[in-house]
Every structure is written in C-alpha cells, then in structure tokens.
C-alpha cells in the first residue's frame, strides 16, 4: 500500500478582532516574489517560497510587543528622536565613530577582548578606542548628570571599554602574542641572509679568481709582493684608470680574468644573499636590540599575565583556566623559541668573525668590520662588476661579427677569382672547339700550313 501523505502544515494564527496595538517592524516587505528567469546554481525558486511555515504564539507575541505609545502610529524610530549626551571633541568623536564602522556592537568588545578572540576583533582597531582616564571620568559625570538620556555611540564605547580592568595589560599582552612570530622573523631573516651570504662567498671561484687577478696586477704596479689586501679596496677599482685609454682598473681585472678563464661568472648572479645582507634592513646592531626586546618582552608578558589572573578571580574558574592555560603555553614556547634564537644569533655572528679572519682581517679591523657594511661593499662591487663583465662580452660579440664579415668578404674574392678563371678556360675551349671545327670544312690550319712549308723547303734543298 502507498505511504500516507504528509501531514498539513499547521495553520496561521488569524488576528482577532480586537487585536492589541503590537510594535510595528519597518521593514521593506515583499508583496511578490520575482520569477527566475532560469535555473540557478541555488535552486529554480527564490529562497522566500521555498520556507517553511512557522507557527508563532501569537497571544505571548501581542503581550510581550504590546504598544504602550497609545496610538497605532508609535514605532521604534520614536526612540532615535531622544537627545544623545555627548560630552566628546569632535575630533575625537569621529575618530571613535569611523573606528566604531568596522566592529561589532560595543556591548560585544568587553568578551572578545576578556578572550583575546582575534576573529571577532582586530585588535589594531581596538587601539584608536583605548580611552583615557579622563575621558571615563567626563562620560561618566554625564551620565550621572542625565541618567534618562542615552548616551551617544562614542561615549557609549569608551565607558564600555573603560569599564574592563585593566584594558591597556590585556591588550599589550595580546599585541606580543600576535607579534611574535613578525618579530622573530625580523631577527632571525638577516642571520639566515648572513649565514647564507658567507658560504657563497667561499663557495665561489669567481670570487677567488677576482682576488688573483687583483693581487696580481696590484703587486706588479706596486712593485711588491704583498699575500692579500682588505676587500673594501675592490670599490676602487672603478675608479683607477690607465693613462694611455683611460679605462678603469675594473675593466683590465675583467679582460684579464676572462682571458685566463672564460668559465667565470658574473659573480653577482653567485652572491644573491650577500645583496639580500647588505640591505638597510639587515642592521645587525638592531637585530641584536630587538632581540633583546623581544626577551623583556617575554618577561613582561608573564607579569602581565600573573596580573590578569588575580584580577579575574571573580570570573568563572572554568574559563580563567583554559585562558592561563593557552597562554602559559604560548609564553613557554616563546621562552624556547628565543633560547634557540640567541644560540643562533651567537653563532652567526662568531662564524663571520671566523671568516673575516679566512679572508686575512687582523682582530682589530674585525672590530670595526660591521657586517651589513662589508655585505654591502661586497655587493655594490658585484654590481659593477656585472656591468663590465656584460660590456666585455658584448664588445667581443661585434669585434666577432666584423671579423666574420672580414673574412666573408676575403672569401668572396677568393671565390670570385676561381669564377674568372673557369670563365677564362671555357672560352679557350670554345675557341679551340671553333678552329678544329674550320680544319673539318677543308680549311688549312695555320700550324699545319706552316709544317707543309718547312717539308717543302727541306725537299728542295736536297
């Protein structure tokens, strides 16, 4: 037998006539529902005609939203008519309101901020609405001064905020734990550059044969025999030229290292970390303060942290525990993070004074030897460098191509003689082809009229 049909939907409560005057919702009601052109992706119809009907208490409805105004014509927007008490600057004001655009009701702010919930608040909005002392003393007197009067937006959210305790802790201990990880990154990126920028040096043979070729030349002008010389003297070389063609230093290093090795690199393409560890942003004195700040601010964070704690004893256990919990979490690994930090910090920076002495720096100049500056000596040579090697190799492919020109036109003439001698012996053939030719049609070539003559002769004088 067929399943039973389902059972009709329950009907709609139909007004009474003496229905009480209920609250009235200005809304934009509907009076039909548009037809679909076609299908859609989110169905044939539109979601309204596809709902369910609801069935309301209508009788707790009229109770609970019975109009009090005495007239059918009171609404909802009579209460935005009631003066606001605004006691704010204009300024500060709106500074407030715009910051109040982008976050939820203010009576929402105070949880998100108990719970450090970053999907319900940015907390970089919150801070343009930290208000001052002063501000909660002058909210509060108008307040008091006019209990019945609502106050406006803004005050509403400095009191709201003024009223968490200790608001400013919170915040700051919620900024270092969105902060870490950008912080530690600022520090621990121009080690890694640094780390990496030493091994390609050494790791390079272009390096290695600049310094040859260098030290070569410089001993022979010099007329010494000197084992090495400090690196900051490679910026220089652009900048000695020759007396007879006036070209740099840097030129004749270039010519005469590709002369001997051809293999060479352009050595910028070697060293890509040593530029990264050049940059204004690798300053390895601040990498060094703000790892120190980043410790006192782990220390901080757990005096903060105890702070909170005895300020919220009054909330619920439950929730002050998982909060300590995920916090204390957090501020130990931090602790671990930043051991680790500091070894490698240490070690990076022993290694390039280790590697300042391979390059033959005395102690002394190993002190003053910064290493974003020696990076960036390094690197803006590199440039340079490059663009001689490049010009070099550039001039040598035109002086390549007249050559070939050269010697195409050498081969042409070559050609063209071997042309005008084969012209030259197929016309003698041609010739000689006509003059066998005559001799057939009974004419007496000349070399045999001349023998006839010569046997004649001879006949007659015997």
């Given amino acids: 037998s067929p399943p039973p049909p389902p059972p009709l939907p329950p009907p709609l409560p139909v007004p009474s006539a003496d229905k009480t005057n209920t609250l009235k919702l200005h809304w934009r009601a509907l009076q039909s529902l548009p037809v679909l052109p076609r299908l859609t992706r989110f169905g044939a119809e539109t979601i309204w005609a596809g709902l369910e009907p609801v069935q309301v208490d209508a009788n707790r409805l009229e109770y609970l939203f019975e109009s009090k105004g005495g007239g059918a014509n009171f609404s909802l927007t009579c209460a935005q008519k009631v003066r606001e008490s605004a006691v704010l600057g204009v300024k500060r004001s709106n500074i407030v309101t715009i910051a109040l655009s982008s976050l939820p009701p203010p009576h929402l702010l105070p949880p998100a901020i108990y719970s450090m919930d970053d999907s319900v608040l940015d907390r970089e909005d919150i801070q343009s609405l930290v208000p001052t002392e002063e501000e909660v003393r002058v909210v509060r007197e108008a307040r008091s001064l006019t209990p019945l009067r609502p106050l406006a937006p803004a005050e509403l959210c400095l009191l709201t905020l003024g009223e968490v305790p200790h608001l400013r802790t919170r915040l700051q201990l919620w900024a270092f734990a969105l902060d870490y990880?950008?912080?530690?990154?600022?520090?621990?990126?121009?080690?890694?550059?640094?780390?990496?920028?030493?091994?390609?040096?050494?790791?390079?043979?272009?390096?290695?044969?600049?310094?040859?070729?260098?030290?070569?030349?410089?001993?022979?002008?010099?007329?010494?025999?000197?084992?090495?010389?400090?690196?900051?003297?490679?910026?220089k070389l652009s900048q000695v030229r020759d007396t007879h063609s006036r070209r740099p230093l840097l030129h004749h290093v270039c010519s005469l290292l590709l002369q001997i090795y051809p293999q060479s690199s352009d050595f910028y393409s070697d060293i890509t970390a040593v530029t990264r560890a050049g940059?204004?942003?690798?300053?390895?004195?601040?990498?060094?303060?703000?790892?120190?700040?980043?410790?006192?601010?782990?220390?901080?964070?757990?005096?903060?942290?105890?702070?909170?704690?005895?300020e919220d004893e009054k909330r619920r256990k439950e929730q002050r525990g998982e909060r300590r919990r995920s916090h204390e979490e957090f501020l130990r690994d931090c602790e671990d993070r930043l051991d680790v930090l500091r070894a490698v910090h240490r070690r990076v920076i022993n290694r390039f004074h280790s590697f300042l002495l391979f390059l033959g720096y005395s102690p002394s100049l190993i002190r003053d030897t910064r290493p974003e500056d020696f990076c960036k000596t390094i690197s803006?040579?590199?440039?340079?460098?490059?663009?001689?090697?490049?010009?070099?190799?550039?001039?040598?492919?035109?002086?390549?191509?007249?050559?070939g020109e050269k010697d195409g036109e050498k081969d042409g003439e070559k050609d063209g003689e071997k042309d005008r001698e084969k012209d030259r012996e197929k016309d003698g053939e041609k010739d000689r082809e006509k003059e066998r030719q005559r001799g057939g049609r009974g004419g007496t070539p000349k070399g045999q009229r001349r023998n006839h003559l010569m046997s004649t002769t001879q006949v007659n004088q015997q």
């Fill in 181 to 235: 990880d950008s912080m530690e990154r600022e520090i621990a990126e121009p080690l890694f550059h640094l780390k990496l920028a030493m091994e390609q040096l050494s790791d390079s043979a272009t390096f290695r044969w600049i310094l040859a070729t260098v030290l070569a030349i410089g001993n022979f002008l010099n007329g010494c025999k000197a084992r090495g010389f400090e690196l900051s003297y490679l910026g």
């Fill in 279 to 310: 940059k204004v942003s690798c300053d390895y004195s601040l990498v060094q303060s703000n790892l120190r700040q980043l410790e006192a601010q782990c220390k901080a964070s757990w005096e903060q942290l105890r702070t909170l704690d005895k």
């Fill in 380 to 403: 803006d040579f590199s440039l340079e460098y490059r663009a001689m090697h490049q010009t070099i190799l550039q001039q040598r492919e035109k002086d390549g191509e007249k050559d």
